[in-house]
C-alpha cells in the first residue's frame, strides 16, 4: 500500500510499504478514506518531537471503513462500519480510562518502560507519532491496523460526510476541550493565540459554550479572515501591539482565560526578541521548545485567570515567568486531548447543525501528493489553513 | 531509504513495513543546502582547529585570529543551513563568502610568494559565492510564503445555522473532570 512515511527533518515520502496485519485480538484494520496534516505534524516534520525513527508512518487523524476485526473486538465493529479513529488509543478498562482521561490510558503505550522513565509515568498510545508514545503507523495511508478498536474508534452515523467528521479525531476535541477547560463563564473574554486550525476549533468551540468575547491573535490575514467569520476580535501581532489592544478590548483588565494554540514553535521575529533567543538555544541544544506564547499569557492574563495550553510542548523551555503565574494565581491547564470524553456531545452539536467543521478545510490532495502538501501546509502558501488527503 | 529497511527490525509483526520508498517533500534545493550546511559545518571545523595551516598556504601567516573567527561564522552558517531556517543560513554564507573575498584580495599584493593559492583560494570562493546564491534564490522562492492565490475566508463560519444560533448552545455546567473525580 501508499503511506507517507517519515525519513528525517523535512523529509516525508509517498513509499510503499506492506499492509498492516492483525496481530492482536482487539485489533481492526480499516481502508482509510480520508486523513489530513495536523499542525503537530509539523512538530514532527521539523523533527523537533525527540524519538521519531526512519520508515515511521506520519498521520494521526484519519478515518475510513473497517474491513477486517479481530475476534476480540467483539462486535463493538463489523466490517463495513464507517468510523473516525482517535489519535489517543485507549484500552478503556485502564484506571485513567474509567476516570475518561483518555490521554493518559496507562495501557496502550508499548514502550511504556521508555515512557515511564521519559516522562516519570506513562501516556496512551498515540498513532503517527514519536516512539515515546508507542511509535504506532500512523494513519496517513490506505490501510490502517488499529490497536484496541473495540474501544479506540467514533461509530459515524448515515448522512454525514467525511468532512463533517474527520475532525472528531483530533482538531476539533483538541480546540474543545482547551476551551471547556477554562472554566468559561458568560462574562469571560476568551483570547487565542493561533489561527491555525486548532485555533479556529477553539474559536467555534467559545462560541458554543457562550464566551462574552473572543480575540483571536495571528499574523497571516487569510486566518485572521477565518477567525473573524467565526465571530472573533482579531489581533495581527505583526502590526499591533497584543498587551495594547487586549487591554482596549478587555478595559484595561486583560483575557480571563487564555488559549495557547501554537505551542513549541512560536513564529520568530524581530519584534519579539525572545524568540530569536529561544531558536538560538534550540539550534544548539539548548532548550527545546519556544514558549513566547506562554510567556505572553502569563503576562497579560486577568490575574485569578485560566490558561489552557492545547498546543504541542516537546522538552524542556526556559525562562517561564513563574513569578507571574504564581503571584497572579493563574491556573494551568494542558495535556493531548482526552478525544473519546468530547465525541458524542461534539457529534450531536455537528447534526444539529451547531458547527461544521468541514468550514477549516481549504486543500483537498490524494495521498500521494502528501509531501508537496506538507511542504505547502508548513510554508502556509496558497493560504493553506488545513490539508485533507484522500486515498 | 537505507535507515527505513534497517528501522524496520524494531516495527512488531502487524506493523506495516517500507518496501521501496517514493517522492520526497525535500526538493532539489533543499539537498543543495543541506550539503552546503555540512561543507560549512567541515570547512569551520578545519580554520578553527588548524588556521596556521591555512595562512600559511595562502602566505598571510599572522592572521589565524581572523582565519579562526571566521571558523566561527562558517559553523554558524552550517548549522543554520541544516536547520528549518536554512534561508537565513544560506545568505549568511553569502555574506561570510564577500568577507572571505575581500580578505582574500588583501593577500594578492606582488610582494606574496603564495599570490598564486590566492587567486586559486579566489577562484573557488567565486564559485562557491555564484552557488551559495543560486541556492539561496532558489531556497527563499521555493519557501515563500506569497506563492499560490491569496485567498480570505470571512465566509467560513462553521455554524450552519449562523453564529447566532449556535452561541451558547453547549453551556452548561463545565466543572473540569478532576483525575480524582
Known amino acids: 500500500?501508499?503511506?507517507?512515511?517519515?525519513?528525517?527533518?523535512?523529509?516525508?515520502?509517498?513509499?510503499?510499504?506492506?499492509?498492516?496485519?492483525?496481530?492482536?485480538?482487539?485489533?481492526?484494520?480499516?481502508?482509510?478514506?480520508?486523513?489530513?496534516?495536523?499542525?503537530?505534524?509539523?512538530?514532527?516534520?521539523?523533527?523537533?518531537?525527540?524519538?521519531?525513527?526512519?520508515?515511521?508512518?506520519?498521520?494521526?487523524?484519519?478515518?475510513?471503513?473497517?474491513?477486517?476485526?479481530?475476534?476480540?473486538?467483539?462486535?463493538?465493529?463489523?466490517?463495513?462500519?464507517?468510523?473516525?479513529?482517535?489519535?489517543?488509543?485507549?484500552?478503556?478498562?485502564?484506571?485513567?480510562?474509567?476516570?475518561?482521561?483518555?490521554?493518559?490510558?496507562?495501557?496502550?503505550?508499548?514502550?511504556?518502560?521508555?515512557?515511564?522513565?521519559?516522562?516519570?509515568?506513562?501516556?496512551?498510545?498515540?498513532?503517527?507519532?514519536?516512539?515515546?508514545?508507542?511509535?504506532?503507523?500512523?494513519?496517513?495511508?490506505?490501510?490502517?491496523?488499529?490497536?484496541?478498536a473495540d474501544t479506540t474508534h467514533i461509530k459515524v452515523p448515515d448522512g454525514l460526510s467525511d468532512e463533517q467528521v474527520l475532525f472528531l479525531g483530533d482538531i476539533l476535541p483538541t480546540g474543545w476541550q482547551a476551551v471547556v477547560q477554562c472554566d468559561i463563564e458568560p462574562t469571560d473574554t476568551v483570547a487565542i493565540w493561533g489561527c491555525g486550525p486548532v485555533g479556529q476549533m477553539a474559536i467555534r468551540s467559545a462560541v458554543l459554550l457562550g464566551a462574552n468575547q473572543i480575540i483571536a491573535i495571528d499574523r497571516l490575514p487569510e486566518r485572521l479572515s477565518m477567525a473573524e467569520a467565526g465571530g472573533a476580535t482579531t489581533i495581527n501581532f505583526e502590526t499591533e501591539s497584543v498587551l495594547q489592544r487586549l487591554n482596549d478590548l478587555t478595559d484595561g483588565r486583560g483575557p480571563e482565560k487564555c488559549i495557547d494554540c501554537i505551542g513549541t514553535e512560536s513564529h520568530v521575529s524581530l519584534g519579539q526578541p525572545d524568540t530569536i533567543l529561544d531558536r538560538a538555544k534550540q539550534l544548539v541544544l539548548m532548550e527545546n521548545d519556544r514558549p513566547h506564547v506562554l510567556r505572553e499569557m502569563i503576562y497579560v492574563c486577568r490575574p485569578g485567570g485560566v490558561l489552557s495550553i492545547p498546543g504541542v510542548y516537546g522538552g524542556l523551555a526556559d525562562k517561564i515567568p513563574m513569578g507571574q503565574l504564581m503571584n497572579k494565581g493563574l491556573s494551568v491547564r494542558t495535556g493531548q486531548t482526552h478525544v473519546n470524553r468530547w465525541t458524542d456531545e461534539l457529534l450531536d452539536h455537528i447534526q444539529e447543525g451547531h458547527i461544521d467543521p468541514s468550514f477549516v478545510i481549504t486543500h483537498t490532495a490524494p495521498l500521494e501528493q502528501g509531501p508537496e502538501m506538507y511542504r505547502v501546509f508548513r510554508d502556509k502558501q496558497d493560504s493553506c489553513v488545513k490539508v485533507v488527503l484522500k486515498t | 531509504m537505507m535507515f527505513a529497511k534497517i528501522m524496520n527490525v524494531t516495527r512488531s509483526k502487524g506493523d506495516p513495513k517500507v518496501v521501496r520508498t517514493g517522492p520526497s517533500s525535500i526538493t532539489a534545493s533543499d539537498r543543495i543546502a543541506r550539503n552546503l550546511g555540512w561543507f560549512s559545518l567541515a570547512l569551520g571545523a578545519l580554520e578553527i582547529l588548524s588556521p596556521r595551516r591555512i595562512t600559511h598556504a595562502l602566505g598571510m601567516e599572522g592572521e589565524e585570529w581572523l582565519v579562526r573567527a571566521y571558523g566561527f561564522r562558517e559553523i554558524a552558517a552550517g548549522v543554520l543551513s541544516l536547520s528549518t531556517d536554512k534561508k537565513i543560513g544560506l545568505w549568511s554564507r553569502v555574506a561570510g563568502d564577500g568577507l572571505d573575498m575581500a580578505t582574500l584580495v588583501g593577500g594578492l599584493h606582488y610582494d606574496n610568494p603564495k599570490k598564486d593559492n590566492v587567486a586559486v583560494a579566489l577562484l573557488i570562493v567565486g564559485g562557491i559565492t555564484l552557488l551559495d546564491m543560486a541556492t539561496a534564490e532558489e531556497v527563499t522562492a521555493r519557501h515563500a510564503r506569497q506563492t499560490g492565490r491569496r485567498r480570505m475566508y470571512y465566509e467560513r463560519s462553521g455554524f450552519p445555522n449562523g453564529s447566532t444560533a449556535s452561541k451558547g448552545v453547549a453551556v452548561r455546567n463545565t466543572a473540569v473532570p478532576q483525575l480524582r473525580g
Not at chain 1, 489530513?36 to 520508515?55: E, K
Request: aromatic share 8%; glycine share 12%; proline share 4%.
Open chain 1, 1 to 148: 500500500m501508499k503511506a507517507l512515511v517519515w525519513h528525517g527533518k523535512e523529509d516525508i515520502r509517498c513509499d510503499t510499504v506492506t499492509d498492516p496485519e492483525i496481530e492482536d485480538a482487539r485489533d481492526a484494520i480499516i481502508k482509510v478514506t480520508s486523513c489530513a496534516i495536523c499542525g503537530s505534524d509539523l512538530h514532527l516534520f521539523h523533527n523537533f518531537i525527540p524519538a521519531m525513527l526512519p520508515g515511521d508512518i506520519m498521520g494521526h487523524e484519519m478515518m475510513g471503513e473497517v474491513v477486517e476485526v479481530g475476534r476480540g473486538v467483539n462486535g463493538k465493529l463489523k466490517k463495513g462500519d464507517r468510523i473516525v479513529v482517535p489519535f489517543t488509543i485507549i484500552c478503556g478498562e485502564c484506571d485513567q480510562c474509567k476516570r475518561r482521561n483518555f490521554s493518559v490510558c496507562e495501557r496502550t503505550n508499548r514502550n511504556k518502560k521508555i515512557a515511564d522513565k521519559v516522562f516519570g509515568h506513562t501516556t496512551a498510545g498515540l498513532f503517527g507519532y514519536t516512539h515515546l508514545t508507542g511509535g504506532y503507523p500512523g494513519g496517513q495511508a490506505e490501510y490502517l491496523r488499529v490497536p484496541f
